[in-house]
């Protein structure tokens, strides 16, 4: 499975769109881009996955370069309640590999 | 919605105690996995399994076993607990195709004294 790479951490402001970026350079053809939060002492929420195009519902938009080889997560108006660890894992099967993810705090 | 349920939100258990976590989900998924969350390793793949009676080893097996019965339930067994399996515990379930989603349980809390 692909390695990704994430920024250890980032804030935005409330009502703000917060975007979160994640490299995958060694991602094969067959493998998506699958996002995940974990609100603390909580099991991870999935968020979003995609293949080559971009992405969108209720939650959140998955924006894949035409490379494949970047996405970003895109929280249109980050509020409180989306404080938390987001996880980007690259995946062509049932094992996912998790990374240390970024730790996103959103600013009242 | 996608509802995996985890018997025990928190367990206090003694060194050498069997310990049983259950696991059921309502979703007639094929797969289900068990991990272990730790500081700083991230989510390890325990055990896994793909169909009823079926299993396969994850990453970090050792100390444990696990048994499915029934499509919608999955449980993991310590055999003998140990302090360094300390841990909070995740169950997950997925359908069995491509592009498919892993839903997570909410985690069990381990303290093993």
């Known amino acids: 499975d692909a390695k990704t790479t994430q920024p250890p951490s980032m804030d935005c402001a409330e009502g703000r769109a917060a975007n979160l970026p994640c490299n995958h350079s060694?991602?094969?053809?067959?493998?998506?881009v699958y996002w995940y939060r974990q609100i603390h002492s909580q099991g991870p929420q999935y968020i979003i996955h995609?293949?080559?195009n971009n992405e969108t519902n209720e939650m959140a938009s998955l924006i894949i370069t035409e490379d494949r080889k970047s996405s970003t997560l895109i929280l249109p108006h980050a509020t409180l309640r989306d404080t938390a660890v987001y996880y980007c894992?690259?995946?062509?099967?049932?094992?996912?590999?998790f990374g240390t993810g970024t730790r996103l705090k959103v600013l009242a | 919605d996608v509802k995996v349920t985890q018997s025990s939100r928190y367990l206090v258990k003694r060194t050498g105690e069997k310990v049983f976590l259950e696991c059921v989900q309502d979703m007639d998924h094929e797969n289900m996995f068990w991990y272990r969350q730790d500081p700083g390793l991230g989510l390890r793949l325990i055990y896994f399994?793909?169909?009823?009676?079926?299993?396969e080893k994850g990453d970090i097996p050792e100390g444990y076993s696990v048994s499915r019965e029934k499509k919608e339930r999955f449980s993991l067994i310590l055999e003998s607990a140990s302090t360094n399996q300390t841990s909070m515990y995740l169950c997950?379930?997925?359908?069995?195709?491509?592009?498919?989603?892993?839903?997570f349980g909410e985690g069990s809390w381990l303290t093993v004294v």
């Open positions: 997950a379930s997925s359908f069995d195709d491509s592009g498919n989603t892993i839903y």
């Open positions: 060694t991602i094969s053809g067959n493998e998506y």
């Open positions: 894992i690259v995946s062509g099967t049932y094992k996912y590999i």
């Open positions: 399994s793909y169909d009823v009676k079926m299993k």
């Open positions: 995609g293949l080559k």
